[in-house]
């Protein structure tokens, strides 16, 4: 489990549940039937709690389609809607959403069929950067931007599609 969701902090003794998540990959697994792969769409939605945080193609513009038989990452980073940077003490801060209470439990991901054409999924590996800025001690202002990485394994073999003699219409991953 990452630091940044339940580490304590040694400057207050205090257990730290707040994660600020920049960017969250998935490495999906298809099936191997001739049947595994799709040419239709496959939406995903990021929720906090019961909050739509983004809602994205997985698969984004001049990528190879969901094949069968394809071990392939996929990934967002999280923008600033207005597209302004930040930067405290020289210092580049990633954009970030705040989750208060920590990722586990608190975020979900909806992967979405959008046609009939069946798509078999094997697993998925996923990984959520979250970030925190310190102060570097001994410095009167200088600060770090320091990651850490919270990985997750969903080994459901599910098939997504439309049409629910396939498969299901939805398929949420909970952390």
């Known amino acids: 489990m990452c630091a940044l969701l339940r580490g304590i902090n040694p400057d207050t003794n205090l257990e730290e549940t707040m994660a600020n998540v920049t960017r969250i990959d998935w490495r ?6 001739w049947w595994s792969g799709t040419d239709d769409t496959v939406k995903i939605e990021i929720w906090r709690d019961s909050t739509l945080i983004k809602r994205l193609n997985l698969e984004p513009g001049d990528t190879s389609r969901l094949d069968r038989s394809e071990n392939t990452n996929y990934y967002w980073v999280f ?8 930067s405290v003490s020289g210092t580049v801060v ?9 990722v586990n439990g608190h975020l979900k991901v909806k992967l979405v069929a959008k046609g009939d054409d069946a798509w078999e999924k094997i697993a998925i590996d996923s990984t959520v950067t979250t970030g925190q800025l310190k102060h570097v001690p001994g410095t009167i202002d200088s600060m770090k931007w320091i990651e850490d990485y919270d990985s997750f394994y969903f080994g459901q073999d599910v098939v997504l599609s439309t049409d629910s003699d396939e498969g299901y219409t939805t398929w949420t991953l909970n952390y």
């Open 94 to 102: 990633p954009y970030s959403v705040s989750f208060p209470n920590g």
């Open 79 to 86: 923008q600033d809607p207005d597209g302004l940077g930040v």
């Open 28 to 33: 999906v697994e298809t099936g191997h039937q």
